[in-house]
């Protein structure tokens, strides 16, 4: 499944056009690899997506064309979620 549309169908991103925005700007990594729109989207593919101050990694667990709004969580899982703290550094 591309990219994109596996991002979409997960509901980790709103509409496929910001999922490929964000895959053009280099926002979203595929196994530590920049990943393009296009790029081919694999079950246990670990993806790194950063937008709006907010970096999720997630493990891909499934792949279908569709799901409904309150089974897409089921096609991934969380590894990590953190958001940057505006004029604080790590502590």
């Known amino acids: 499944m591309r990219l994109d549309k596996f991002l979409k169908v ?3 991103v709103k509409r496929r056009t910001v999922a490929k925005e964000l895959c053009d700007q280099g926002r979203v990594q595929i196994n530590g690899r ?11 593919d670990v993806l790194t997506i950063a937008y709006g101050g907010r970096t999720m990694k997630v493990r891909v667990v499934d792949l279908r064309e569709h799901v409904p709004k309150d089974e897409s969580s089921a096609l991934f899982t969380v590894l990590e979620d953190w958001q940057a703290q505006s004029g604080s550094g790590p502590e």
């Open 10 to 12: 997960s509901r980790l």
């Open 34 to 44: 920049p990943g393009k729109a296009g790029s081919e989207v694999n079950v246990g």
